[in-house]
Every structure is written in C-alpha cells, then in structure tokens.
C-alpha cells in the first residue's frame, strides 16, 4: 500500500482527558465547548472578522452555494468525493463535469471556458491528492 496522507495523533493522556470531558458534558457535537474553542482560535489565527465551523465538507459546500444565491449549472469535476456533486445537486443547482487533468488529476483549467454558457453561476473546483487545482 502507498499511504497518501499519515494520520497525526496527540498523546494518549490528552486525547483521553478530552474525551472525558465530553462524556461529562454529554455534548458531542455542535456549538461544544471544544468546537467553540477552535473556532475563537482559528478566528484569531487567521485574523477573520467572522468563521463558522460545521461537522464536514458536504455541510461547507451546501452553505457556500445558498450563501452564493446559486441556482443554475455549477461546474465541477468529476473525479472527486461524492460530497462535491450532491452538494450541488442538494441545493437544486446542476452540475457540469469538465473533465481532469491526466498529470494532476484536478478538473482541468484549459477546459472549463468551453463548458461556460449562460446558465453558469459558479465554478467549484476541489485539489486532489495534495495537487492544488491550477
């Protein structure tokens, strides 16, 4: 097997008296203690007025798009977590697939101008394995 990514893990103890703490509190999830925390440090490292932490990428994307208004063709690719596309299909826009790079394997740029038309609101472009879209 070839590892993509390697996983990272705190030390034990600290993992364990995080996760007591939530026993405790009996809050998983959501507007917690911990997900507060993160979010008033996060906001303060990167020096953002505003940050909004939800549980995964799905969430984000579908935030992202009613934020936008969207609701026509979104162009995307279709080498990706299935996540990208039912987002989009989810907030009643429709996807358009350009096709991927063979070196990247990230939606190619040279082809996304020609799938432009009239009914195209947003480009939703994901990195894959680490390769930043270009």
Same mark, same amino acid.
Request: hydrophobic share 45%; net charge negative; charged share 20%.
């Given at each position: 097997?070839?590892?993509? *990514?390697?996983?990272?893990?705190?030390?034990i103890e600290?993992?364990?008296?995080?996760?007591? #703490?939530?026993?405790?509190r /009996?809050?998983? *999830?959501?507007? $917690?203690p @911990?997900?507060?925390?993160?979010? @008033?440090?996060l906001?303060? =490292?990167?020096? &953002?007025k505003?940050?909004?932490?939800?549980?995964? #990428?799905?969430v984000? @994307?579908?935030?992202?798009?009613?934020? &936008?208004?969207l609701t026509k063709?979104?162009?995307?690719?279709? =080498?990706?977590?299935?996540?990208?596309?039912?987002?989009?299909?989810?907030? $009643?826009?429709?996807p358009i697939?350009? %096709?991927?790079?063979?070196?990247t394997? /990230?939606? %190619?740029p040279?082809k996304?101008?020609?799938?432009? /038309? /009239? !009914?195209?609101?947003?480009?939703?472009?994901?990195?894959?394995? $680490? !390769?930043p879209?270009?």
């Open positions: 097997m070839i590892p993509v *990514t390697k996983p990272f893990s705190p030390p600290e993992y364990i008296k995080l996760i007591e #703490g939530v026993w405790k /009996n809050w998983f *999830t959501n507007n $917690g @911990l997900v507060n925390d993160l979010e @008033l440090k906001k303060d =490292f990167l020096e &953002l505003h940050i909004l932490y939800v549980t995964n #990428g799905t984000a @994307l579908q935030l992202a798009i009613k934020a &936008l208004n063709e979104i162009i995307t690719t279709p =080498f990706s977590y299935v996540a990208t596309t039912s987002s989009v299909v989810w907030e $009643g826009c429709k697939f350009v %096709d991927i790079d063979r070196e394997l /990230n939606i %190619d040279n996304i101008e020609s799938a432009i /038309n /009239n !009914n195209t609101e947003a480009i939703l472009a994901t990195h894959c394995f $680490g !390769n879209v270009m």
